[in-house]
């Protein structure tokens, strides 16, 4: 571009909320025909609230959900977990969670330990946290040695994650995410969280597919939590690479330019980093960390998907106008 449409651009994009950085970026933006979205934060508000806090029933084969155990004792449990009010089952596996989970600066683990809060169940000592990268914690705590997060995970620490594996995909059908708590090699139970889809987000989707962009999406969220969300907002299933591990999301942003797309990769968090400047172009959501907006070539001040189209209109109409 010239320094004039370079500056043009630059300031209209401004105007929208789109802070374009870096000298050919107008040209990257305008050339992209691919668009990868990461879900959380990107897709989604990544604000995250507890929803289910399913105990497995020791009596029961497999965990029991309300409809099934009527009249049980873990149908009463249910009950009272859905009016906010934990039984010892449910108490238990919150205060494991929250214990471990208070340490951790995950979305996921905030919306547990206030979720336990909100049902009445402080999180108590935590000695020492360890993060498993892309799968979950494990806390060494009060209530012994606490692992939260994926059936893998589990099985590392030997729990059986079997009992609740039906319970966890029901609620990932659902769109949320399902993490399994277990403590010193027994299963307490499931959690499920639940993110709410930005609502621009499937205007967004539309609006580039309709320009023959193609749209894929990128997470760390296991694949039936993922395709839940790419169906709420547009994403062929086929585009959807889920269960992506942090420091795997460029490589993965790498194989989709492999037949020659030029891909932006539009993210929000620390692990985007790496694949915000693998990409053709990155582009970071403005409510995001600090490390993923020095990474990207632009920024959506007001961390709204519909803004990768106005950029994408704003690179276009400069560099057609402006010589
Ligand atoms: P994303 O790519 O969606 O931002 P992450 O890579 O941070 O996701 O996490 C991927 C998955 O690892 C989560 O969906 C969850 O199953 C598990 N996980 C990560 N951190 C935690 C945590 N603090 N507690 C429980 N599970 C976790
Ligand atoms: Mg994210």
Redesign the pocket.
């Known amino acids: 571009a010239t320094p004039a449409a370079t500056m043009v651009g630059t300031s209209i994009g401004a105007q929208h909320g789109v802070l374009f950085e870096g000298g050919d970026v107008l040209e990257r933006v305008r050339d992209t025909d691919a668009v990868v979205f990461?879900?959380?934060?990107t897709l989604t508000r990544g604000e995250m609230t507890l929803t289910d806090a399913v105990p497995v029933s020791p009596a029961a084969d497999g965990a029991v959900s309300a409809d099934e155990a009527e009249g049980t004792e873990a149908a009463e449990e249910a009950d009272l977990a859905d009016e906010g009010v934990a039984g010892d089952a449910t108490e238990r596996l919150l205060a494991a969670a929250a214990t471990a989970?208070n340490g951790?600066e995950?979305p996921?683990?905030e919306a547990v330990v206030a979720g336990a809060r909100e049902r009445g169940v402080e999180p108590g000592d935590l000695d020492v946290l360890q993060?498993v990268s892309?799968?979950?914690?494990r806390a060494r705590t009060e209530h012994g040695t606490v692992v939260?997060?994926?059936p893998e995970l589990l099985r590392e620490e030997d729990v059986d994650p079997e009992p609740a594996l039906e319970t966890m995909r029901e609620l990932e059908s659902e769109g949320k995410?399902a993490?399994l708590v277990g403590a010193d090699g027994e299963l307490l139970g499931v959690l499920a969280v639940a993110d709410e889809v930005r609502e621009s987000a499937v205007a967004a989707v539309e609006a580039l597919r309709d320009r023959g962009i193609v749209v894929h999406m990128i997470?760390?969220?296991?694949e039936r939590t993922a395709r839940a969300v790419a169906e709420r907002v547009g994403i062929d299933p086929e585009r959807v690479r889920a269960g992506?591990?942090?420091e795997d999301k460029a490589d993965a942003v790498e194989a989709i330019q492999a037949d020659g797309s030029r891909a932006m990769m539009v993210g929000d968090?620390v692990?985007d980093a790496p694949a915000l400047a693998s990409a053709f172009v990155g582009v970071a959501i403005g409510s995001g960390t600090d490390v993923a907006i020095e990474a990207a070539d632009v920024t959506l001040m007001r961390s709204d998907p519909a803004d990768v189209v106005k950029a994408i209109n704003v690179s276009e109409g400069t560099l057609a106008k402006v010589k």
């Not at 990461?38 to 934060?41: I, R, S, V």
């Not at 997470?219 to 296991?222: E, I, L, R, V």
């Open positions: 990461d879900k959380t934060g989970e951790s995950h996921i683990a993060n892309g799968k979950g914690i939260v997060g994926k995410t993490m997470t760390g969220d296991n992506v591990l942090p968090g692990n």
